[in-house]
């Protein structure tokens, strides 16, 4: 089983940026799908960005202009810089290895202030 580990989590203003990564124990390569979840206190967890092995990405629509996911399969890593941040973006950030794996990091949180 390939150990997933986020960082770049943190306490942001409001149209602040952070950057999360995470780091993948083996080769991510194989692994087609991979991406960011978010789970706000009270709320489930939801779908952030995936990315798949060749680059091709989606986004939920409230975060889409101002999140990027990018993944380095060489250096096993998958990041996402988060721009022009809002609160309503304050929540727990999970890095994922998709299905049929279903694979997850122990989570950053990320709180934006007003």
């Known amino acids: 089983q390939v150990q997933l580990v986020e960082s770049g989590g943190g306490l942001v203003q409001a149209g602040g940026s952070l950057r999360l990564s995470c780091a993948a124990s083996g080769n991510i390569f194989r692994f087609n799908v991979m991406g960011w979840y978010r789970q706000a206190p009270g709320k489930q967890r939801e779908l952030v960005a995936t990315i798949t092995r060749y680059g091709s990405t989606n986004y939920a629509d409230s975060v889409k202009g101002r999140f990027t996911i990018s993944r380095d399969n060489a250096k096993n890593t998958v990041n996402l810089q988060m721009d022009s941040l809002k609160p309503e973006d304050t929540a727990v950030y999970y890095c994922?290895?998709?299905?049929?794996?279903?694979?997850w990091g122990q989570g950053t949180q990320v709180s934006v202030s007003s």
């Open positions: 994922n290895i998709g299905y049929p794996y279903n694979y």
